[in-house]
């Protein structure tokens, strides 16, 4: 199992902008899909986004299609989440994990919150 940190949350007004980024070790990385997953307080943990190894496919959730990106840099075991047009329902911790498909299949690291005021 590659290790994964989360690292870009913060504090932002809705309709802005945060880039997440997720940090991995190990050799399996590059030949990995790679999927963004967030759990807002008091609901389960569900799916945002995916990428698969190559960068050539991506996939979102309904709810964040046409405002999130899912990108990756396999040269720095790098995979990002770039979040646009925020709103206070996007409020969640945000975890990354090897995927298959928009199935995770890690262990889960600490993720990193993301808060969105009004």
């Known amino acids: 199992q590659v290790p994964l940190v989360e690292s870009g949350g913060g504090l932002v007004q809705a309709g802005g902008s945060l880039r997440l980024s997720c940090a991995a070790s190990?050799?399996?990385?590059?030949?990995?899909?790679q999927g963004w997953f967030r759990q807002a307080p008091g609901k389960e943990r569900e799916f945002v986004a995916a990428?698969?190894?190559?960068?050539?496919?991506?996939y979102y959730a309904d709810s964040v299609k046409g405002r999130f990106t899912i990108s990756r840099d396999n040269a720095k075991n790098t995979v990002y989440l770039q979040m646009n047009s925020l709103k206070p329902e996007d409020t969640a911790v945000y975890y990354c994990?090897?995927?298959?498909?928009?199935?995770?299949?890690?262990?889960w690291g600490k993720g990193t919150l993301v808060t969105v005021s009004l």
């Open positions: 990428i698969s190894w190559s960068g050539g496919s991506t």
């Open positions: 994990n090897v995927v298959q498909g928009t199935r995770a299949l890690g262990g």
């Open positions: 190990g050799r399996t990385f590059s030949s990995s899909g």
